[in-house]
């Protein structure tokens, strides 16, 4: 299980999942810089995406080892954050669309000391920040499970590296229970390729009351 190559031929796909509720607006503590948790969440989106566009570099251009589905959800709204419609993008898609950069600044500990220095990082934006409204989890993930199970039961796919679903949120649902969410996210992780179930991962965003930043 989890051996399957990943080629041209042999995708790997990941769903990234984005909480965009008005607590997102909540400010934290990211890499001894301030910023709201929806700033942080869309960073992250961000820089996934180059990690995916610069492995799939080759000298004559980018290969679509990947492809990827952004979901952003608040309100009474689930949509991709990449693309007009709710579907996968092959990863060369957003290398070739036309996007601003931004550069973030941060403190960079000095190996081997307790020192920091400021640096910067300059990024693409496919993803944008927004904090409105409340949390439709539950809806997203009913989305997400649609979407994995097309493209896990294609032919093409089905000896493919089983998917990766990536879910940031800072807090609750508003339109389920626990017990609700955590049937859903068990039926996506049955969904299956023949190299294994999916992975699926949750990273929380929290305040502590020294406004450190929890991810777990």
């Known amino acids: 299980m989890y051996t399957a190559p990943i080629t041209r031929k042999q995708k790997a796909a990941i769903i990234l999942l984005i909480d965009q509720s008005g607590s997102m607006q909540e400010i934290i503590n990211f890499q001894r810089s301030r910023m709201s948790k929806a700033e942080a969440a869309s960073y992250f989106a961000n820089l996934l995406i180059e990690e995916l566009i610069n492995r799939s570099r080759r000298n004559d251009g980018v290969y ?4 990827i589905m952004v ?3 608040h309100g009474e709204v689930v949509e991709s954050l990449i693309s007009d419609k709710i579907e996968f993008q092959p990863i060369s898609r ?3 669309k036309v996007v601003e950069s931004k550069i973030h600044y941060f403190e960079r500990k ?3 000391t307790d020192n920091y220095v400021s640096a910067a990082v300059s990024y693409k934006c496919w993803v944008t920040s927004k904090a409105e409204d409340s949390t439709p989890m539950f809806t997203a993930l009913m989305q997400c499970e649609k979407a994995a199970k097309r493209w896990s039961s294609r032919p093409e796919h089905r000896n493919s590296f089983p998917l990766l679903v990536i879910n940031i949120t800072d807090g609750e649902a508003s339109d389920s229970d626990n017990m609700m969410l955590l049937n859903i996210s068990e039926r996506i992780k049955s969904i299956s390729t023949a190299d294994g179930n999916t992975l699926f991962f949750n990273i929380h965003l929290a305040t502590s009351e020294d406004s450190e930043q929890i991810v777990k």
């Open 64 to 67: 679509d080892y990947f492809d």
């Open 71 to 73: 979901l952003g959800y």
């Open 94 to 96: 957003l290398y070739f």
């Open 110 to 112: 000095i190996p081997n």
